[in-house]
């Protein structure tokens, strides 16, 4: 009963976020006009390890993180679905998709919790538009470095 009443009161103070965009897969994405897929991840695996990521899987079409939640995310996540001795923790994953005018790139974000027998709950966050919309800026950042003809140093200086 206290769980119905604490999931109520959260549900009623936050006003949903409206995406920034429709997109194909539902899930934030771009079109880059380059086929240099090995540039991509590095850029996406430099900045998602400078804000404390780490790399898990790293195959030819997708690359996937994994890293901490905030106190409130660490909170919800064992409230909802976790409990107190879970391990949980936020996945980001990136997938490169071949296109005839460049590369597609689809980025996804995920909350688990491991329960003590071993058992992984997750919950997509794709369609959190505060979470979506994040990714897509991260992504059509992404997008301008590597499309501009200008050098990605230049491109900070602006």
Known sequence: MLLLITAL????CVAPVPKSTLTRSGKAEVEIASTNVAKMKAMLIGAMIDHGFTLEKD???????SGPLTGGEQFSVAMTFGNASSHNWK???FMF???ETG???IGSC?????LA???VNAQSLNDNGAVFNSIQSNLVGLKRILESPATPAELVKK
């Open 110 to 114: 995920e909350v688990k919790a491991q």
């Open 103 to 105: 590369t597609r790139v």
């Open 9 to 12: 009161a959260f549900a009623g």
């Open 117 to 119: 027998g071993g058992q």
């Open 97 to 99: 998709v071949p296109t």
């Open 91 to 93: 996945s980001y994953s």
């Open 59 to 65: 195959s030819e079409f997708m690359i996937e993180f």
